[in-house]
Structures are given as structure tokens and as C-alpha cells.
């Protein structure tokens, strides 16, 4: 996480409210870490699903206000990225509009330039951040006033994707996108929390004492989407070696399928993978490795493609921690018994919580 100065804070963030109407404005803690977890996923999915992972943002939890439970989080935005590139293409702006309730222009005009100097700014970030990995891209640096609407504008967005009705979302064809599919799912866990509290009556997302969803409500906005069956052929596995900035670990190795680890990749991009190595984990359970803050892995993992964004990262060795080697990559002939056939790929293509997420 970087280092964060109250000045910055203040320019480069927006706020994400859920307000519990509860009796004596008492909440358990495992609903808070549940819906809070929940939201952090919807966001999570936005920026891998519709921005293709470029923008670069921290999620802050913040103190409730005396006197009732409003829980906050701060969005804290550093690099928009290809953001308003999406904002500016068809789907983009129906899906912005249905969401906030503000035309993609609204946006645009919110940081002083039109939507054509935003969209070119999307696409040269976008194809800045595919150079060789081990050089870190020239992407523009985004004024304090950009990141500012950026933060707004994916608060706003994962608002409405927690807020809107079902009926609502159907009819921006939101559910029903695959690229959806994600966020709505963490939606749907973010309502079971509140159903498993029985002292959750209704909800809110405003800081005002307007709780416009009951009770009665939770339960169809919990519901899970479809995944549609694919029946096209296995997707080939890429191979690569690249350097990791873990930002989120998970040290129980049997917990990687419910929550993954999260870092960024060599391209400054959001990332999410299991480490397959049994080595690596045979060194975690001796305890012998030096864990920092945020820890820096070099890795030799397998992922597949779809379209520009990576799925299915799997670290299949772990060859350096935090700067100390602890193995060599594995041979050819070790990775094809372990994938079958592979492509050797030296550069990442595009990708695209405070808490955790599921396999992407």
C-alpha cells in the first residue's frame, strides 16, 4: 500500500457507505467483515471486468460515525488508466448512466476535459502498460483532480450495482453480462450477510437516514447468477516467468479456492493467483521465510487468456522471496506433465479486495 498523506487522502478519495438499520446500533463483526469483504469484491471486479485492471486504487476502511452503525470505506485513487476509455464506449456509457445516474459526459466535464482527450487518455494508458515485463510503463501521471472523479465514479458504480433492484440491472443488460458475472456474485454475498443477521431490518447506502431497502428485499437481490456452460475447447496455458508484489497473501494453502492471493504484476496491474508450489509451502510450514509488509515474489506461473484479460493464474514454482532464492524454474518437460501443452510467453498481456477473491 502506499504511503497515504492527509492531503492526498482528502483529493484522491470518495466514500462508500452502508448503513444498517439495526437495534441499538449494534452489528456483528462477522457481518461487517462479510459485507465489507463483499463490497471490496464488487470493486475489484469492476476494475479487472470493464477497466481491464488499470485502475490503481486502495481501499481504506474507515471509523462509524458516534451514535449509529454507518460503516465507510474509502476509495483512495492513484491512476485512473484506461478508465474513462470504457466510459466513452457504448456499453460504458449505458452501463455508467444506469449505475450513477450521471451521463458519461457529466464525468468528463467533472475533470475539465472532453470525452475524446479522456478516451485518448485510456488508450495510450492501455497500450503504455504493455511494454517488456521488466520495464515498468511511462503511463501519464493523473492529476489529484482526476483520481478525485475516478474515486467517485467507481463508488458511485459499485453503489448501484449493490443498490439497484434486479429488475433495474436486467434491463441495462448488466445481469446477463459474463463480465458481470463477478461483481454480481459478490453482490449476492454481500445480501447473505445481511440475511444471516437477524438484526439487520433494512439498508442503505447514503449516510442520511434513508434505509430504502427492507428486509423483505434481501433475499432476491442474494440470489446467485447464472454462469453460462462453455463447451469450446480448454484454453491454452501461457508459461512465464515475472517478478510479484504481493499485496494481500494467504498463508492457508488449502483455503486458495475461496480466497486467492492478490498483488501486483510486473506491469503495475491488479493480480490474483494460487502458488501450487509444494516447496514454497514446505518452507511456510517450517516457518523459515522473512516475511515483510508487502512481499515481493518471483514467480514461474501459468495462466490462460481470454480475449486481453488473464485467467486462472497458477504459481507453479516460487524461485525468490522477498530477494532470496529458493528454487529454479522447473524444466519443459515438468511443466508440460503438469499442464500438457504450454506456450512460453515473455510478456503479460493485459489484465484485467482489502479483503480476498474468487478465481477469476
Known amino acids: 500500500m502506499p504511503e497515504i498523506d492527509e492531503w492526498s487522502f482528502e483529493r484522491q478519495s470518495d466514500r462508500l457507505y452502508f448503513h444498517f438499520d439495526v437495534s441499538e446500533h449494534f452489528l456483528k463483526l462477522e457481518t461487517f467483515i462479510r459485507t465489507a469483504e463483499s463490497a471490496s469484491r464488487v470493486i475489484g471486479a469492476l476494475n479487472a471486468e470493464l477497466f481491464d485492471g488499470t485502475l490503481d486504487y486502495e481501499i481504506i476502511v474507515l471509523p462509524p460515525e458516534p451514535g449509529t452503525f454507518l460503516s465507510k470505506l474509502a476509495i483512495f485513487v492513484t491512476s485512473i488508466g484506461s478508465v474513462f476509455a470504457f466510459v466513452n464506449s457504448d456499453v460504458g456509457s449505458a452501463y455508467i448512466e444506469g449505475l450513477t445516474g450521471k451521463p458519461s459526459v457529466y464525468w468528463a466535464k467533472q475533470v475539465g476535459e472532453t470525452s475524446h482527450d479522456l478516451l485518448e487518455k485510456g488508450k495510450v494508458a492501455l497500450e503504455a502498460e504493455q511494454p517488456p515485463t521488466s520495464v515498468t510503463p511511462p503511463v501519464p501521471k493523473d492529476t489529484s483532480e482526476q483520481c478525485r472523479v475516478g474515486a467517485q465514479l467507481v463508488t458511485d458504480m459499485a453503489r448501484g450495482v449493490l443498490e439497484k433492484d434486479p429488475i433495474k440491472l436486467r434491463l441495462l443488460g448488466i445481469d446477463g453480462d459474463d463480465r458481470m458475472i463477478d461483481a454480481l456474485e459478490a453482490r449476492g454475498d454481500f445480501y447473505r450477510a445481511c440475511i444471516d443477521d437477524r438484526e439487520v431490518k433494512r439498508i442503505g447506502f447514503t449516510p442520511e437516514g434513508d434505509f430504502p431497502i427492507p428486509r423483505n428485499s434481501f433475499p432476491e437481490r442474494a440470489q446467485k447468477p447464472e454462469r453460462k456452460e462453455k463447451e469450446d475447447e480448454p484454453l491454452p496455458w501461457m508459461l512465464a516467468i515475472e517478478n510479484v508484489r504481493v499485496t494481500s497473501p494467504n498463508w492457508e494453502r ?94 503479460p498481456p493485459a489484465n484485467g479486495d482489502l479483503f480476498d477473491d474468487t478465481d477469476r
Open 254 to 347: 488449502d483455503d486458495q479456492k475461496a480466497r486467492q492471493w492478490k498483488g501486483k504484476d510486473s506491469v503495475r496491474r491488479e493480480c490474483f493467483f494460487v502458488i501450487e508450489d509444494a516447496e514454497f509451502w514446505f518452507h511456510v510450514k517450517r516457518k523459515d521465510l522473512i516475511v515483510d509488509v508487502l512481499d515481493n515474489l518471483k514467480v514461474q506461473w501459468a495462466y490462460q487468456v481470454v480475449g486481453k484479460r488473464i485467467k486462472n493464474r497458477r504459481v507453479l514454482r516460487v524461485l525468490e522471496f522477498n530477494g532470496e532464492k529458493l528454487a529454479d524454474p522447473l524444466s519443459d518437460d515438468a511443466v508440460r506433465a503438469m499442464l500438457g501443452q504450454f506456450t512460453n510467453a515473455e510478456t
